[in-house]
């Protein structure tokens, strides 16, 4: 080999301004934000040595000032000569990193790209600055070209300090006017330990030095805080706490029902980082904003977003231990609040079950279902009996829960979005669980046969049945059940329901659909109508040997079960509810049809 030199990578420097200024933020307005920062970490550096120097910050706008520019003036650090070209006349130098290169913590910065943001909305920018301990003052001028020029200021400065000058740029004059520069300071900077103001045309404002409602505010202040971010009187507020991350803030539980997932309100060092960084809380904490301010999690370069790493998973996994614990704490505690939150988010919550193991746990532990042995968890349930049986329609538990209460099985309706997941979840995380899902159809397997004797005795009526059901597909039997009130139960399951349909639609329709249709008939597709052996009514009825009255009875009692499983009608159906009734007028009135 011969001996090739290595040589530095020549560097566009308009190229990498452009790159560093236009893509790199979200938008223009982020320019005061590096202003401010760069003030703060100004008047942190002072106070190091002086803890007693001011904390002043004066922001000036373009419509306000005598020059035109926009200015932020701190009574920081400030910058000698050497400073300026070691730090403003170098791309990525920043005086905020620690010997090793590390970001030191008392500052905001540390990347030394954070001023190129100005050229977002200027093509010049000026930094007047003396720094303390010198009597120099020195004018840099920055340009959006990449090139600088660093002289002493003609207008020395009285005291040590820093003046950064913008004029702006034609179509972001609004962004450097009072409005909202107004506006911009107050987002940003409210909560900085600074002795901030904003010139305004009705005098100066003090926009920062506010303390976060969790620093001793109460709760009043955290309140009014979430009604501000959530837009309505929040549920409740959860106060969040990480010391490893240095996160402090709250959560606000949303008043109503959300099927996003939000971003929340961070402030890094309490300097506002966005309104919605998402990935701070888990996916799965939809149903509260919060906000937040932390110390030390890592944000990337534009300082508009989280850097992914493992600190801020760790982070997350713990702030999310502590929403659960309110959640599990209320659901104990605070019966009232917690159907108030469960009614407004049981589906999100149940959605996040599906996926999420923990919130698996906090639903089987705490979401009220219905059942037929009354309302409980899926943990109490469980506890009653190791076999879970539930139907997972609500109208299958319609038809179901009358006679399982009556005859004390307990089942489970399972009919709602995300329920059935839910269950198979549950059951298949917990050990000796079981989850049977009952047919209505096959609730008549449960029933008692009549003793031969009695067979016997309605077969007569059975036979009726047959006839006042033969072209329906429904199989009329008789069976002992309780309740003893009910006459008769019409059980329909899943395929038998899809076979109705499908008979339906094959009746209606010309061939040869009809012959494919009954092609794909559901073999085992069974609907019952139940009669029950138990109820005197039905057995005078099976005694009286008055094939006619048996008829009209029948047909009554078949449109009486229709309606009260609250079944679909088929057309068979609709026809037979609506001569059953009259029929058994005329019958009550007169003992037949003339
Ligand atoms: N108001 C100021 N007073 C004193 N020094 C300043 C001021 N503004 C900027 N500087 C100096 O200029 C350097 C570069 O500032 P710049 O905003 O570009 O980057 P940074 O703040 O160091 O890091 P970041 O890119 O993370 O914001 C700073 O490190 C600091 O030394």
New binding site residues.
Partial sequence: MTGATDSPFHVDLRGVVDLLSHHLYSGPRVYLR??L???L??VT?RAEDDPHAPRRVRIVPADLSPDGCLHVE?S????DGD?IRA??ATIG????RDALGLARES??????????SCFLVTDEIR?T?RRVGTDETWLWVGRDDGTYSVAPAPQPRTEP??D?ALRPRGSAADLLGSDVVERLAASYASYLPLDLVVETAAGPVSAAGRRFPWEGGGRDAALSLGESVVGARPLDVVDLSDPVSGVRGQAFVLPHPTGTRGGHRLYAKRMLVGESVPDVLPDWAFFVRAVLDTERLALT?S?EALADDDVLAQTRARLGDQLKRWLLRMARTDRARAQEFFAVHHLAVKAAATTDDEMLEVVAELLPWETTVGQMTLAQFTAIDRVITYVDGVEDFQQVAAIARAEDIAVLNAGYAYDRTIVERWVARTDGLEAVRLEPEHLADRFSDPDPAEAAAFAPLLDVARQVLGRSEVTPVVRSFRPATMHAVLLVGRDAHRERDRRDVAAAVEDPWSAALAEIAVPDAVARFVLNAEHQAVRRLADCGDAELQRVALEALYAHALLAGRHPLTPFDSALVARALPALIDRAVDGGPA
Avoid: W
Avoid at 93 to 96: E, I, M, N, V
């Fill in positions: 590096e202003l920062q760069n003030s970490d100004a550096a701190d920081g650090i400030g910058l400073g730090v403003l130098a920043s005086t905020k500052f905001l910065g540390q990347f030394g790209i954070g001023l190129l930094v600055t300090g820093t950064v370069a300082r």
